[in-house]
């Protein structure tokens, strides 16, 4: 994995436009926190399997607004939130209070969306 101050890819072909391809940013940020921690740290790239299908712009656009707020709450020192979507603002939440009850999905709901889960 090639990295620098400005990018983090995996391979080093470029494409069509001279680009390189970046990518692996999980792997890299999994391995600098285990070196620095000492604590295993895993990655996983969900992509467009948790959501079943390729990426859309809005998907892209949300993961992207993730993101800054994530950081957003390091560079703040919020170990203890995590970030939630509510209607369609990026708002901080306590973790204590994103698993303090379980949370189903209706089952009127579950069984009209069943067809896409077969």
Known sequence: MKTS?????KESKADEFGH???GGVGEFLADEIEKRTGLETRSVTLGHVI???SPSAFDRVL???FGVAAVD???EGK???MVSLQGTRIVPVKLEEAVARLRTVDDA???ALSTFFE
Do not use: P
């Open 5 to 9: 101050s400005a990018a983090v890819s």
């Open 20 to 22: 390189v391809r970046l």
């Open 51 to 53: 959501r079943g299908g």
């Open 63 to 65: 993961a992207t607004r």
């Open 73 to 75: 709450l390091v560079k």
């Open 79 to 81: 170990f203890d939130m």
């Open 109 to 111: 709901l579950f069984n």
